[in-house]
């Protein structure tokens, strides 16, 4: 799949063709993995432990996984322009998606979460481009400067109350100088998309999850209507067993 010759030197031998499909599915889990759009809502979630090990690894070392897979398969990339542009495209998507949704986290993992979702997405451009060896580079500062940016979090929070406390008021934040620009209803319009993130979650829910589930659940009425006319009765027995109280109380 991947020819001959070492890494970044390598030439693909599949064609034109088979590299646009096999480049698109491995786009695909690259995004899943990376979280980048339309798979973004994961990493703040999976930030969100109580210590610093998790928001780590995922934060500054899982959410590059993707990142290198794409970069591993580069010569592949090399086949197809439409393959390249898409992983150009996705990447912009993903970056200025996290520099906007960024600016409206009100705690410090989630902003760090989106702060590497950003940083990812420069990465993939770089990849798609072609700049092999600036996106590795790109891919090792970042995770050792996320890494101990997570790791300076807590204390962090700690020095800017410090610092507030000692002169008695709140740090001013200015807002960017393009935002400025922005008429206010088209402002206000901009902070709700970053506050619900992009909507990201419920047109996953409803366009992904919801025909996933009601496929699965057709399937699961098929196979239960066969397998009762097979047996000729309830061929589960699960299904004569009363499920449990959905309260404490009713167990009173």
Same mark, same amino acid.
């Given at each position: 799949?991947?020819?001959?010759?070492?890494?970044?030197?390598?030439?693909?031998?599949?064609?034109?063709?088979?590299?646009?499909?096999?480049?698109?599915?491995?786009?695909?889990?690259?995004?899943?993995?990376?979280?980048?759009?339309?798979?973004?809502?994961?990493?703040?979630?999976?930030?969100?432990?109580?210590?610093?090990?998790?928001?780590?690894?995922?934060?500054?070392?899982?959410?590059? =996984?993707?990142?290198?897979? !794409? #970069? *591993?398969?580069?010569?592949? @990339?090399?086949?197809?322009? /439409? &393959?390249?542009? $898409?992983?150009?495209?996705?990447?912009?998507?993903?970056?200025?998606?996290?520099?906007?949704?960024?600016?409206?986290?009100?705690?410090?993992?989630?902003?760090?979460?989106?702060?590497?979702?950003?940083?990812?997405?420069?990465?993939?451009?770089?990849?798609?481009?072609?700049?092999?060896?600036?996106?590795?580079?790109?891919?090792?500062?970042?995770?050792? =400067?996320?890494?101990?940016? !997570? #790791? *300076?979090?807590?204390?962090? @929070?700690?020095?800017?109350? /410090? &610092?507030?406390? $000692?002169?008695?008021?709140?740090?001013?934040?200015?807002?960017?100088?393009?935002?400025?620009?922005?008429?206010?209803?088209?402002?206000?319009?901009?902070?709700?998309?970053?506050?619900?993130?992009?909507?990201?979650?419920?047109?996953?829910?409803?366009?992904?999850?919801?025909?996933?589930?009601?496929?699965?659940?057709?399937?699961?009425?098929?196979?239960?209507?066969?397998?009762?006319? !097979?047996?000729?009765?309830?061929?589960?027995?699960?299904?004569?067993?009363?499920?449990?109280?959905?309260?404490?109380?009713?167990?009173?």
């Amino acid at each position: 799949l991947m020819g001959t010759g070492s890494w970044p030197d390598g030439q693909a031998t599949i064609s034109e063709q088979h590299a646009l499909f096999v480049g698109l599915l491995l786009l695909i889990a690259a995004a899943g993995k990376s979280a980048l759009v339309p798979f973004s809502g994961w990493l703040p979630r999976a930030m969100e432990g109580p210590t610093p090990s998790s928001a780590i690894f995922y934060g500054s070392l899982s959410v590059h =996984l993707g990142a290198y897979l !794409l #970069l *591993r398969v580069s010569p592949i @990339l090399e086949l197809s322009l /439409t &393959l390249r542009l $898409a992983v150009i495209f996705l990447g912009l998507i993903s970056a200025l998606y996290g520099s906007l949704v960024a600016r409206v986290q009100t705690d410090i993992k989630s902003a760090l979460a989106f702060a590497s979702l950003t940083q990812v997405g420069i990465i993939v451009v770089e990849i798609g481009c072609g700049l092999r060896y600036i996106a590795l580079i790109h891919i090792i500062g970042h995770a050792c =400067l996320r890494t101990l940016q !997570l #790791l *300076r979090a807590p204390s962090l @929070l700690q020095d800017y109350h /410090t &610092l507030e406390n $000692a002169i008695g008021s709140h740090l001013s934040q200015k807002k960017p100088l393009w935002v400025r620009f922005i008429p206010k209803r088209y402002r206000i319009m901009l902070y709700r998309f970053e506050l619900e993130r992009g909507y990201l979650d419920i047109l996953i829910n409803l366009f992904i999850v919801r025909p996933f589930m009601a496929l699965f659940r057709l399937c699961d009425l098929l196979e239960r209507r066969w397998t009762n006319f !097979l047996s000729g009765g309830e061929s589960r027995e699960s299904d004569l067993i009363k499920p449990h109280a959905e309260s404490l109380e009713e167990y009173l």
